[in-house]
């Protein structure tokens, strides 16, 4: 798999520099078909629509790179997508079946290129039509199986309970919402810094490539892994409790890049766009109200009683005092406010 993607990554760079534009999905599929049987007749080894996956994924990066330049020169976007690149061997980890090349019995699999049973851990039935079957490897070593299923009605609606809230993301608090409450962030990287240290520098004594490096390699990467899933299994809980708790959430759109580029390890460490993925979607599951407001939208500096902004306003400054009507605000409380205002004026 690794050589096909290498071959096409490398045949795209070249008619990209001859033609300037990209080869389409289709020809490459029906190139890839020619080298089954001149050149490369070992790829028939591989099930037939793996091949085709490995081309489609390279397909659409390069249409979502050369869409995005189009749209960047049209003004639409300032986002910037890209070039695809060339992955290293250690890093091309996953396989996807779609509709052949693989049995399915309970919890065990056929992969029928090597006509070898493998029994996995179902930890839930499956529901709908499957449509892909994706085999991944981790850094750990452990392999993973990730089934796409359609036609699947995951709808778990909660009991409405008439109230709706502002949210404003910070660094020292986690959440603040309009109503006051305040969530902290366990952070659990900076909880396992000195474990982290103690791997990294067992990993740095031993000998690159060898026997104990590999294990010093994957005792690093499991920790990494129960940190991940760690913060996951908290987050997910939380955007539960929230969607139980409030029928319409409103949140702010936060520059991430420029968040990290200032606090760099924290910002990563509190995943706040992980857990806005996770909010929406919880709140699609149970039919309740997600709504973010304009990234530049003025929160911080204006008053949410009388609406003055208070130029003076430093990022140390955690409680102050309205210039005009008096009023002494919470700096968080105080922004969710008006979060929560400018998502009902939206």
């Known amino acids: 798999m690794h050589q096909i993607h290498v071959h096409f990554m490398k045949l795209q760079r070249r008619y990209y520099r001859r033609y300037k534009k990209n080869i389409s999905i289709g020809k490459m599929c029906s190139h890839l078909k020619k080298l089954k049987y001149t050149t490369k007749p070992h790829w028939k080894l591989l099930p037939s629509q793996v091949e085709q996956d490995v081309v489609l994924r390279i397909g659409k990066a390069y249409d979502a790179f050369f869409r995005n330049i189009k749209e960047r020169k049209a003004g639409k976007t300032t986002r910037k997508v890209g070039r695809p690149h060339i992955k290293p061997q250690h890093k091309y980890n996953s396989m996807t079946f779609t509709q052949a090349g693989y049995k399915l019995e ?12 493998f029994s996995f851990h179902k930890h839930r039935e499956m529901k709908g039509t499957i449509k892909t079957v994706t085999i ?103 955007a539960d409790k929230l969607c139980t708790e409030y029928d319409t959430l409103y949140f702010e759109t936060l520059n991430i890049d420029g968040m990290k580029r200032l606090w760099g390890r924290k910002v990563s460490d509190l995943s706040f766009f992980q857990f806005i993925q996770i909010i929406e979607q919880k709140c699609i599951k149970h039919a309740k109200n997600f709504k973010q407001i304009g990234k530049w939208t003025a929160t911080t500096k204006p008053c949410s009683d009388c609406g003055k902004h208070n130029k003076n306003l430093s ?14 605000h919470d700096r968080d409380i105080n922004a969710a406010i008006n979060i929560k205002k400018a998502g009902l004026a939206a």
């Open 106 to 117: 309970n919890n065990r699999i056929k992969i029928n290129c090597i006509d070898t049973w």
């Open 136 to 238: 991944k490897r981790d850094y750990c070593g452990d392999y993973w199986i990730c089934f796409s299923c359609e036609n699947v009605d995951d709808s778990d609606p909660k009991a409405k309970s008439g109230k709706s809230a502002g949210f404003d993301f910070g660094l020292k608090t986690f959440l603040t919402a309009s109503d006051g409450k305040k969530i902290e962030s366990p952070q659990f990287l900076k909880q396992s810094l000195n474990k982290l240290r103690s791997l990294n520098k067992a990993l740095s004594r031993k000998i690159k490539g060898s026997g104990n490096w590999y294990r010093a390699l994957r005792a690093l990467a499991r920790q990494y892994r129960k940190i991940s899933n760690q913060r996951l299994d908290w987050q997910w809980k939380l």
């Open 315 to 328: 990022l140390s400054d955690r409680q102050w005092t309205c210039p005009s009507c008096g009023v002494n």
